[in-house]
């Protein structure tokens, strides 16, 4: 049994915490809101109000937070920051969704003070880390990653490591970039298709049964038939993904036309009002 502590129980973490708990490791978990770790603390989970005082008590410290700023917070806050509490052999795993550059900024921090780190951000959203189906991405070194590799197959499907430390959080930005373009171009195509008197249905009826549209794309076109948006992948933060995307591309000198044209396409739909509906909400800005 490892000792694990959860920095970050919204929508992901807590789902991370409790398949940890699920799996008889001993979890500490800290949220800036302490009421959302009643049902873990139910569970078994230990409460820390610092995230200090959580790694002091973990071997593996893993963060699942919204953005580099709340990171930043999390891991390097001046009295109260994770690092403060990492000790000489523990691994520190940020699988939150952030800026190359932060990633990289946030491992050497780590590293100076003796610990392990890996980014290990998440494929999936809500219905796969409740199935324990997430898939993880994962930069740094691969005799780290086989040390806790068993831990995240308690809570994910599958590990691919995508190479040094930084590449994984690299390469979750690009399928999340993707993803968005998909859905975006979709809804387009819906709403042109709609104009000319085909139904959404009928529309997906047709391109479900085609090579030209992915699982994922797939997935997506039947929750805007349903007119489904409950939040998975909130447009807000779908958003701030291609905002990273654009960043890590600027750095290296990589064009990136196409991620920007959906990314204003994005900001529009949160300029309507859309910000908090699941990724297949931009659909309203075409039906």
């Known amino acids: 049994m490892s000792r694990i502590a959860v920095l970050g129980i919204g929508a992901m973490g807590s789902r991370i915490a409790q398949n940890l708990l699920q799996t008889n490791h001993q979890v500490i978990v800290y949220n800036r809101t302490a009421d959302k770790a009643k049902l873990l603390l139910e569970q078994g989970a230990i409460y820390s109000a610092q995230p200090r005082e959580a790694a002091e008590q973990a071997d593996i410290v893993i963060s699942m937070v919204t953005d580099d700023e709340a990171s930043r917070a999390v891991w390097l806050a001046p009295e109260t920051g994770a690092i403060l509490g990492l000790s000489k052999n523990a691994i520190a795993i940020e699988s939150s969704?952030?800026?190359?550059?932060?990633?990289?900024?946030?491992?050497?921090?780590?590293?100076?003070?003796?610990?392990?780190?890996?980014?290990?951000?998440?494929?999936?959203?809500?219905?796969?880390?409740?199935?324990?189906?997430?898939?993880?991405?994962?930069?740094?070194?691969?005799?780290?990653?086989?040390?806790?590799?068993?831990?995240?197959?308690?809570?994910?499907?599958?590990?691919?490591?995508?190479?040094?430390?930084?590449?994984?959080?690299?390469?979750?930005?690009?399928?999340?970039?993707?993803?968005?373009?998909?859905?975006?171009?979709?809804?387009?195509?819906?709403?042109?298709?709609?104009?000319?008197?085909?139904?959404?249905?009928?529309t997906m009826e047709c391109l479900g049964n085609l090579p030209v549209i992915s699982p994922a794309a797939k997935g997506a076109g039947n929750l805007i038939v349903a007119n489904n948006h409950t939040p998975m992948f909130p447009i807000g933060l779908v958003e701030k993904d291609f905002r990273y995307v654009m960043q890590a591309a600027q750095v290296v000198n990589a064009a990136t036309p196409t991620s920007a044209a959906i990314y204003s396409i994005y900001q529009n739909a949160i300029a309507k009002g859309y910000g908090n509906d699941n990724i297949t909400g931009i659909a309203q800005l075409f039906l």
């Open 97 to 202: 969704t952030l800026t190359v550059n932060w990633t990289r900024e946030l491992a050497v921090e780590i590293e100076r003070r003796g610990a392990e780190f890996l980014d290990a951000p998440v494929v999936g959203s809500r219905p796969q880390a409740d199935a324990g189906k997430l898939i993880y991405l994962v930069g740094g070194k691969a005799e780290i990653l086989r040390k806790v590799q068993d831990i995240l197959l308690s809570v994910g499907a599958t590990v691919h490591h995508i190479g040094s430390l930084s590449q994984g959080m690299a390469m979750k930005l690009a399928v999340n970039a993707l993803f968005g373009i998909q859905v975006a171009a979709l809804a387009e195509i819906m709403g042109m298709l709609t104009k000319n008197g085909v139904t959404s249905a009928k």
